[in-house]
């Protein structure tokens, strides 16, 4: 654990703070470990866990998608823009691109990463569905904040025991809003407010608040009820991520209307 350096002094009001610290402890080796630190903590991050060609192969299915994205089918999520577009960027900056496993054989391939999948199973059980994949763009300069939540607290599924794999494309950093969460808050359900839904967060918890720098190809696992965040990217670089979150059929549909469909990624 280090202190973080904050660049945001100069930035006005934000939900967000600069994080307490930096999470550079080493994660456990074996698998046995590395279940009880997820169980325990929440998230877990799996280092190196795409190469260079896969990634390369990713990026060029970004490009691709938003290029085309006007001709592309609008699958769960669909597309969202960033509201204050980037003169010097010369292409559209996205927020999120949804339904990105469908869009993408590469990204298909991606959410049954072995690794990944392993670690799943491990702590999710046999049978492994599809509920959300989305890139998450956070472009430079103009990439909003997150504020606080619970992913959980979005979803309708019971128990709250979803799983997200975010798989960073490039390499995230506090300077470019990289991930921030508080370890061990996966256990209890918080009350969220607001259109976004969101948590405020008090002294004590913004003491527990860590950055979790990720190097390209790095995959964290988190827990659908770990609070977390994320600053706005105020960077030159961009900081794009994969999310795919993961339920097991123990999950039951809480929601109104019809429930969705969440095809089967893998059974074991
Ligand atoms: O992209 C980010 O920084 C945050 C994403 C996030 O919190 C989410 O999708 O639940």
Not at 141 to 153: A, F, I, L
Not at 165 to 183: H, K, R, Y
Request: glycine residues 6%; charged residues 25%.
């Amino acid at each position: 654990m280090s202190e973080p350096q904050s660049i945001y002094a100069s930035v006005g009001e934000l939900e967000v703070k600069p994080a307490a610290g930096v999470w550079t402890d080493p994660m456990p080796e074996s698998q046995a470990d590395q279940v009880a630190f997820f169980k325990k903590h929440g998230f877990l991050i799996l280092r190196q866990v795409f190469n260079a060609e896969e990634l390369a192969e990713m990026d060029a299915e970004i490009q691709r998608i938003a290029r085309d994205h006007e001709k592309l089918p609008k699958v769960r999520e669909g597309f969202d823009l960033e509201p204050k577009q980037d003169a010097k960027r010369g292409a559209l900056a996205f927020r999120k691109i949804g339904g990105i496993t469908d869009l993408s054989d590469a990204f298909h391939q991606a959410m049954k990463q072995p690794r990944i999948l392993d670690m799943l199973h491990a702590i999710m059980g046999p049978t492994i569905q599809l509920w959300r994949d989305v890139v998450m763009m956070k472009p430079a300069r103009v990439g909003r904040e997150k504020p606080w939540h619970q992913d959980s607290s979005y979803w309708p599924w019971e128990p709250m025991s979803l799983v997200s794999a975010m798989t960073a494309l490039d390499d995230a950093s506090p300077e470019n809003g990289c991930l921030q969460v508080i370890p061990d808050t996966h256990m209890d359900v918080l009350q969220h407010y607001g259109k976004e839904l969101m948590v405020d967060i008090d002294d004590q918890m913004q003491k527990r608040t860590m950055y979790v720098p990720l190097q390209r190809g790095d995959t964290l696992l988190f827990h659908s009820l770990l609070l977390h965040a994320s600053e706005p990217n105020l960077s030159d670089q961009d900081r794009r991520v994969c999310i795919v979150s993961y339920k097991s059929p123990d999950a039951k549909f809480i929601g109104r209307g019809e429930e969705k469909d969440c095809p089967l990624v893998s059974q074991r």
